[in-house]
């Protein structure tokens, strides 16, 4: 993991035509790193790697699809990795991600941002609930089939956690 996150760091230093095939090598390691042990995420976290993961976001909206579900994927790992990714931007990381024309990553973001906010309820509800995050959620659901990847459960996750929520 460490070697992954110096790999990134140093593909953002590079000029970004010379530096996609190396930052995308890295991220599929990750990814099977974090998917295969858990634990990965947060030794990534502490790697400093969501701060270049976001990096990545922002300065190579082609890799949205390799970065996001690795943050995803942070989200379900420890408390740890959850106050990584608050001190970087917490829930706002993932909902101003949200696209209208990518359903598939729409229900994982909102997936971890539910899970997210089952474990810290009061948190999560203030930034979910502000203005622009509360609107987007609820055009991404109006651009989703209801079927579509467990989006009535994630629906109703949102719901019965917040009152607030519900009500917006």
């Not at 990750?30 to 295969?36: G, Q, R």
């Not at 467990?150 to 956690?161: A, D």
Request: aromatic share 8%.
């Amino acid at each position: 993991v460490p070697f992954c996150a110096m790999q990134i760091k140093t593909g953002l230093e590079v000029e970004p035509e010379g530096s996609q095939e190396l930052l995308f090598e890295a991220l599929e390691i990750l990814h099977f790193c974090c998917m295969l042990y858990p634990s990965r995420c947060e030794q990534a976290a502490l790697c400093n790697l969501v701060p270049l993961l976001q990096k990545l976001l922002y300065n190579f909206p082609t890799m949205h699809k390799q970065v996001l579900p690795l943050l995803c994927s942070f989200v379900h790992s420890s408390r740890l990795t959850r106050s990584i990714l608050w001190i970087c931007g917490g829930p706002a990381i993932y909902l101003e991600q949200l696209r209208p024309d990518d359903e598939a990553m729409n229900a994982k973001i909102l997936d971890s941002v539910a899970l997210w906010l089952q474990v810290e309820k009061e948190r999560v509800e203030e930034v979910v609930i502000q203005e622009p995050h509360i609107k987007t959620i609820i055009q991404a659901l109006k651009r989703t089939e209801l079927i579509y990847l467990n989006i009535i459960t994630i629906v109703s996750t949102y719901t019965r956690l917040s009152k607030s929520i519900a009500l917006a």
